[in-house]
């Protein structure tokens, strides 16, 4: 099983408003990733978490806040985002040291689509 | 820097044989994955490669050769199912329990009747 689930599939929402997106993968991954999706371009990492410690924030905007609550649940809060801000966002998750290095495939979610009015 | 080129766009007729080419500049290599995305849906793994050489997996295969930069996806037998872009990732790096992906632009790849 390599399911990946993300919740909501689509959200629309205005620039003043606060919502979270959750993650959810039960292969006992402890790496976990928030990637970023503009239509016809490649993802783009924001965040990496590693047995539920933050290793990489790619200088992502203070409005995108992740947080790993444990190791099977990745959440992304967005508050006061911009219309900019409106794209796929992808979760993916990693065997991370337990892999023994070789491959460590990361495995996506299906995605929440956003749309910031 | 980190570069990696794909060409945007391929077309390809159903049951013939499609390449996909990729180059990479990236500081750090630590193998190269090739994932498929349907329009508004997730990548999905297709393949991987950290030695040169070819890696085959049914109707997919892939090559790798590191003092070239260079790598590429062979699909054979296409299927209308495999009109998709096709992403190539290198693996830059890979410390404490993690690694990083950086992703090429992918490649829309059309296949027609």
């Known amino acids: 099983d390599t399911e990946v689930t993300q919740t909501p599939k689509h959200l629309v929402m205005g620039m003043t408003n606060k919502k979270s997106l959750k993650c959810e993968q039960h292969m006992g991954h402890r790496a976990m990733y928030w990637y970023k999706q503009k239509a016809k371009k490649p993802p783009e990492l924001m965040f990496v978490?590693?047995?539920?410690?933050?290793?990489i924030n790619e200088s992502v905007p203070s409005r995108f806040s992740p947080e790993c609550p444990n190791s099977s649940l990745l959440n992304l809060h967005l508050h006061a985002l911009q219309p900019e801000d409106s794209a796929l966002y992808l979760c993916a998750s990693s065997k991370g040291a337990l892999s023994g290095r070789r491959t460590d495939t990361q495995y996506f979610g299906p995605g929440t689509r956003l749309t910031v009015l | 820097g980190q570069n990696i080129d794909q060409p945007t766009e391929m077309t390809a007729t159903e049951g013939a044989i499609v390449q996909i080419n990729c180059t990479y500049q990236?500081?750090?290599?630590?193998?190269l994955f090739w994932y498929q995305q349907h329009a508004g849906e997730a990548p999905t793994f297709l393949s991987y490669n950290v030695l040169d050489g070819l890696e085959e997996k049914g109707r997919f295969s892939s090559f790798l050769s590191r003092s070239k930069g260079y790598s590429y996806l062979l699909l054979k037998e296409l299927q209308m199912k495999d009109s998709a872009s096709y992403l190539c990732a290198v693996r830059v790096g890979f410390s404490g329990g993690y690694n990083k992906l950086i992703f090429g632009a992918g490649t829309r790849l059309a296949v027609h009747p």
């Open positions: 978490y590693s047995y539920e410690k933050l290793s």
């Open positions: 990236t500081s750090g290599f630590n193998g």
